[in-house]
């Protein structure tokens, strides 16, 4: 398996806007970061997990030019600002979009010119397959959904193999701990350093990650109040890895 961090950042990205920090005006490309979102390759199979607004930017400089599926982990619109993006994908037929059902409602509301019965050309041809917490398969490959908190919301994240992307938690229900067991590689939410209503903190996603035992870790969706990666990677425990942009881990 192959994964490829294509953003690493939180929904306002970094650089923020306007700011000024340490962080935003680093010269360090690792301190840049798109919206979060994960490529996964495996069974020569390629797998996006959300699609966020940088989605196109994301393709083009990781030159992909193929995908077999996209599974939306919730409707906020730093994972779903991508959608309309994947036109060019569908150029050989539709792309299957998974998400739970107000999830797909949300994509539906949000852009509906793409689900009309007479749909105006060029638009982007989404095949929307509606998803509960049973197992399912996206291209042929075993995908098992994960109940994730974010903060009052539920949201999924996603096992494929010993694999999992769990991002947006604030908590997970007790019993989706058994879903996370035995994992080569775990990604997870880490914000930043202090508290937040409904994203983890460094802490917060430390303490998983020692309940979880994964073999490796990975932190993603941080903001600019993280630190610089140079810093705070160096304050992370063993197997515990401070992820960025571009990235590429196999395993």
Request: negative net charge.
């Amino acid at each position: 398996m192959k994964i490829t961090f294509l953003g690493t950042g939180t929904s306002t990205g970094v650089p923020e806007i306007g700011c000024k920090c340490e962080v935003c005006t680093s010269k360090d490309p690792r301190d840049w970061r798109l919206r979060t979102s994960v490529m996964v390759e495996t069974g020569n199979k390629r797998i996006l997990l959300d699609c966020g607004p940088d989605f196109r930017w994301q393709m083009i400089t990781n030159k992909i030019y193929h995908l077999d599926a996209v599974l939306i982990s919730h409707e906020h619109y730093d994972h779903v600002g991508g959608l309309d993006d994947l036109r060019p994908f569908c150029r050989q037929g539709g792309i299957p979009v998974y998400a739970e059902d107000n999830v797909a409602e949300a994509i539906e509301t949000r852009i509906p010119y793409v689900f009309r019965a007479n749909k105006y050309p060029g638009v982007p041809n989404l095949e929307l397959h509606r998803i509960d917490l049973n197992s399912f398969e996206a291209a042929t490959i075993p995908i098992i959904p994960i109940r994730v908190m974010h903060g009052n919301l539920p949201i999924l994240g996603y096992r494929i193999g010993n694999m999992a992307y769990v991002t947006d938690v604030k908590y997970l229900p007790e019993e989706e701990y058994d879903k996370l067991r035995g994992l080569d590689v775990l990604i997870i939410t880490a914000l930043r350093k202090e508290y937040h209503p409904t994203h983890e903190t460094l802490d917060e996603a430390l303490e998983n990650i020692r309940r979880i035992r994964p073999k490796e870790s990975y932190l993603i969706h941080m903001s600019h109040k993280i630190g610089l990666h140079a810093v705070v990677e160096k304050e992370l425990p063993p197997h515990v890895h401070y992820a960025y942009d571009g990235l590429e881990v196999e395993f």
